[in-house]
């Protein structure tokens, strides 16, 4: 069993910053690939930003240039660098993980790829 914690959420200004951290608890290791997922009222949950074990990155168009992931393995825990808010940001944002998936062609993996979630932390971001 494999249970994420998010923190760092909160509200914020447009063109602020916010770092969302997601801890890793039970049976777990570098082997995993981790993602942050976003969902907005009335939408489908989205794709933000993925990292596999070998450390290669994908983001969504959307973020590209403004999101940063990033993990520690020694520590358990995946980061989310979030600057240049804007008021399309504003989400519940979920952390996720899976054992042995591995990123290609720069393609977003869909959220039913990932078997382990946390519970969510909300940003909220006004203009």
């Known amino acids: 069993q494999v249970q994420l914690v998010e923190s760092g959420g909160g509200s914020a200004q447009a063109g602020g910053s916010l770092r969302l951290s997601c801890a890793a608890y039970?049976?777990?290791?570098?082997?995993?690939?981790m993602g942050w997922f976003r969902q907005a009222p009335g939408k489908e949950r989205e794709g933000v930003a993925v990292?596999?074990?070998?450390?290669?990155?994908t983001y969504a168009n959307s973020v590209k240039g403004r999101f940063t992931i990033s993990k520690d393995n020694a520590k358990n825990t995946l980061y989310l660098q979030i600057d240049s808010l804007k008021p399309e940001d504003t989400a519940m944002y979920y952390c996720?993980?899976?054992?042995?998936?591995?990123?290609?062609?720069?393609?977003?993996?869909?959220?039913?790829?990932?078997?382990?979630w946390g519970q969510g932390t909300q940003v909220t971001v006004s203009s």
């Open positions: 990292i596999d074990s070998d450390g290669t990155r």
């Open positions: 039970g049976y777990f290791d570098s082997s995993y690939c």
């Open positions: 996720a993980a899976v054992r042995w998936l591995l990123l290609h062609h720069d393609l977003m993996p869909q959220s039913a790829d990932f078997r382990y």
